[in-house]
């Protein structure tokens, strides 16, 4: 179980956002099935949510949530993540049906 | 030894500042004239500290000296917010043990920890303004801290100063005065909070991102330009130009006030009224963020993350 709440319990900053994003990534790569334990965090910035949640669900091309990454205790931070993946996968799909985009 | 003299009277007399820095030799002795402030305000107060650390990184030991404030009752204010600290030792106070409620200290912007600490910090000073309705207070209280932090990590990633950027923040119990033409009033309690930095500027980052150079050459104010939903010049590395644009839309709900003045222009919210764009008569160096918000109307930043889902990117 991977619980940001043990490091800061204000996750603020990007530089955050890819620590937890490691874990997470590390341990899905070892097969594990991860939980991420919000419980605990005061608050969420949408810096830290894209950058770690957002940047996930675009490697996985949908929500990180509905795949093996368990989100518990995400509700007074869901308006937020549900809005910057939806965002992530938004541009995603918009630069892929743009191949020859400059960006 | 160069004398900048700096009044202390309004942000658009942060203009002179500008232009007497800009006459001043590479590597001359530069004496910075603070000693006939009356008061100050947080904007004036990141701005000056963030020139002054400019300055002082550009020559040796010794030559710069600050003069401080005759007033007691500014030099104390001064000491309350850690100017020297900040300035000569590029240090945080351990926010976390000072006993001013007011006030969050100048913060340098180093790290994502120092972003994290001083959005914590000012978290705890709104919310302990506001205890006579924690259902409100705390959702408030949040909504300033997670503001401050966005900000802040705007600057830290996008500023490319040799320096780093300075933050400050001041809770006003019942407070009126006018500012750039404009009266404000604030019942029952605002927050102001102020960064600002000497880095390449708002129109020199956005250049970097061709869609975006192609508006700017066509009009837009790039001050204008960077408040909108998913404008970043680094979403090729990773950003997504969330931090001016919630402070937009948090201003506009909350009929407070935003400045964002970069380079030539400005652009700015007051009242959450119709927006104020403006090109600067001295080009700013650096970028300058400036927030006032009513603690006793909305500040719902819930409200703001719902309208994420169904925005128009600009692309």
């Known amino acids: ?103 | 030894m160069v004398t900048i003299e700096i009044s202390p009277y309004g942000l658009h007399h942060c203009a002179r500042l500008v232009a007497q820095l800009k006459g001043v030799k590479p590597g001359s002795a530069v004496r910075f004239d603070l000693s006939r402030w009356t008061f100050v305000r947080p904007p004036l107060l990141t701005i000056v500290a963030a020139h002054i650390r400019n300055v002082a990184l550009q020559r040796q030991a010794g030559a710069v000296e600050v003069v401080l404030p005759v007033a007691p009752n500014v030099r104390n204010y001064l000491n309350q917010m850690n100017f020297e600290g900040a300035l000569v030792r590029g240090e945080m106070k351990n926010l976390f043990e000072i006993s001013a409620t007011q006030n969050l200290p100048i913060c340098p912007l180093r790290t994502g920890d120092d972003t994290e600490s001083a959005a914590l910090r000012l978290k705890q000073i709104v919310a302990a303004k506001l205890t006579s309705a924690p259902e409100v207070g705390q959702p408030i209280a949040s909504a300033l801290a997670i503001t401050l932090a966005e900000l802040m990590e705007n600057f830290r990633k996008h500023s490319e100063s040799a320096s780093h950027a300075f933050a400050c923040a001041q809770y006003y119990a019942e407070h009126e005065y006018q500012d750039a033409g404009f009266q404000h009033r604030h019942r029952q309690g605002a927050i102001e909070i102020a960064i600002a930095d000497t880095g390449i500027g708002i129109e020199a980052s956005l250049m970097s991102a061709p869609e975006l150079a192609a508006a700017i050459r066509s009009g837009a104010n790039p001050c204008e330009l960077a408040t909108r939903f998913g404008v970043t010049s680094k979403e090729g590395q990773g950003h997504q130009g969330y931090g001016l644009w919630i402070t937009r839309r948090l201003a506009e709900k909350n009929f407070g006030s935003f400045y964002l003045m970069s380079g030539k222009h400005l652009f700015g919210v007051v009242r959450g009224r119709r927006p104020k764009i403006a090109r600067l008569s001295v080009p700013w160096s650096g970028t300058f963020v400036g927030m006032r918000l009513n603690l006793h109307r909305p500040i719902d930043i819930q409200a703001v993350y719902g309208e994420l889902p169904g925005l128009e990117i600009l692309e």
């Open chain 1, 1 to 103: 179980m991977i619980r940001p709440a043990d490091d800061k319990p204000l996750a603020g900053s990007r530089d955050f956002g890819i620590v937890i994003r490691t874990r997470i990534e590390e341990a899905l790569a070892g097969g594990d099935d991860v939980v991420v334990e919000l419980g605990g965090l005061e608050d969420m910035s949408p810096s830290f949510a894209d950058e770690c949640f957002g940047k996930l669900s675009e490697q996985f091309g949908e929500d990180v949530r509905s795949r093996r990454v368990q989100v518990r205790n995400e509700e007074p931070f869901r308006v937020l993540l549900d809005g910057v993946i939806a965002v992530r996968l938004h541009r995603a799909q918009a630069r892929a049906a743009r191949p020859h985009a400059s960006r």
